[in-house]
């Protein structure tokens, strides 16, 4: 399973990005989708999911300025980033798992990953 992520960059503190997911498998609208991050010495951290129905989960850290989303009609799941921070410098990854499959918030259960789009943050 290929998962392509894009939309990273440069960009400055308070500013805004959209980081996109997309995929060709053809089940995509019953899987649920995550993404996560990893920045240099750190452990890779759950960020958001969106699952088929549409529930939606944020961690603490980036509720409020992250909004997660998909769409089927086009296989991709985006991430809009807004008042981004220096901390939010990262690689980030998409991630999915099997047909109506649970939204998975622990890195190690995750079935597959995206490459890796990396983020920086300038103060």
């Known amino acids: 399973v290929q998962l392509q992520a894009s939309g990273g960059g440069l960009v400055e503190a308070g500013g805004s990005l959209r980081l996109s997911c997309s995929t060709s498998?053809?089940?995509?609208?019953?899987?649920?989708m995550e993404w996560f991050r990893q920045a240099p010495g750190k452990e890779r951290e759950f960020l958001a999911a969106?699952?088929?129905?549409?529930?939606?989960r944020y961690a603490d850290s980036v509720k409020g300025r992250f909004t997660i989303s998909r769409d089927d009609a086009k296989n991709t799941v985006y991430l809009e980033m807004n008042s981004l921070k220096p901390e939010d410098t990262a690689d980030y990854y998409c991630?999915?798992?099997?047909?109506?499959?649970?939204?998975?918030?622990?890195?190690?259960?995750?079935?597959?990953w995206g490459q890796g789009t990396q983020v920086t943050v300038s103060s």
């Open positions: 991630a999915g798992g099997d047909s109506y499959g649970p939204i998975e918030v622990a890195p190690k259960f995750v079935r597959y």
């Open positions: 498998r053809r089940t995509f609208s019953s899987h649920a």
């Open positions: 969106i699952n088929w129905t549409g529930e939606i």
